[in-house]
């Protein structure tokens, strides 16, 4: 197995298997699982929907950097992040520096069938259907693009095929 003395960076969409596919990278290349929402609820000790109903999702942007700050100060970390993560500029920055960017893709039906009946995302609250997702993942797309440095196309493939892609692809 590839020895990875970096950071690794899962990014994309919601819905894109980011999660999933963090823990199970993670297990074969013997790397520490983070994940920022997961951080960010701990630290707040409120849940996303809570977070953005009470405090604003500018403030939820913050506290996504601050913890990205504090995860690249150490490395081996296979980190999945917020699908938000790439909208500040300097979130982007920290990632280049302190690893590799894997950006997920899939298509908007896709994504759709996999987060249908999830009610812990706030952006898609009211808006829950494929053509609202395939609006903000267009707005989103270029930053996706410009954060990348390895693009891997999760539509029809397995976890274990999307993960020795990527490992490939290092
Ligand atoms: C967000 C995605 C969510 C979470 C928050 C905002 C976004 O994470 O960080 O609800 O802006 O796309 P997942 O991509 O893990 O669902």
Same mark, same amino acid.
């Not at 994504?111 to 987060?115: A, C, D, E, G």
């Given at each position: 197995m590839k020895n990875f003395n970096r950071d690794i960076f899962l990014i994309g969409f919601m819905g894109t298997g980011k999660s999933a596919i963090?823990?199970?990278l993670g297990e074969m290349m013997a790397l520490?699982?983070?994940? /920022?929402?997961?951080?960010?609820?701990?630290? /707040?000790?409120m849940s996303i929907p809570e977070i953005f109903e009470r405090k604003g999702q500018d403030?939820?942007?913050?506290?996504?950097?601050?913890?990205?700050? $504090?995860?690249? $100060? /150490?490395?081996?970390?296979?980190?999945?992040?917020g699908g938000g993560v790439v909208l500040k500029a300097e979130n982007i920055e920290i990632m280049k520096k302190a690893g590799k960017i894997i950006l997920? /893709? %899939?298509s908007a039906e896709t994504?759709?069938?996999?987060?249908k009946n999830d009610e812990q995302r706030p952006l898609? $609250?009211?808006?829950?259907? %494929?053509e609202y997702i395939n609006?903000?993942?267009?707005?989103?797309?270029? %930053?996706?693009?410009? %954060?990348?440095?390895?693009?891997?196309?999760?539509?029809?493939?397995?976890?274990?095929?999307?993960c020795?892609?990527?490992i490939t692809k290092l």
């Open positions: 963090s823990s199970q520490e699982v983070l994940d /920022t929402d997961a951080l960010i609820v701990n630290s /707040t000790g403030y939820f942007r913050t506290q996504e950097t601050e913890i990205l700050q $504090k995860i690249s $100060k /150490t490395k081996r970390h296979v980190i999945s992040c997920l /893709t %899939a994504i759709y069938q996999r987060v898609l $609250k009211g808006n829950l259907n %494929a609006e903000l993942m267009g707005k989103r797309q270029a %930053a996706y693009h410009e %954060a990348a440095d390895i693009i891997i196309e999760t539509d029809h493939k397995n976890m274990a095929e999307i020795s892609e990527i």
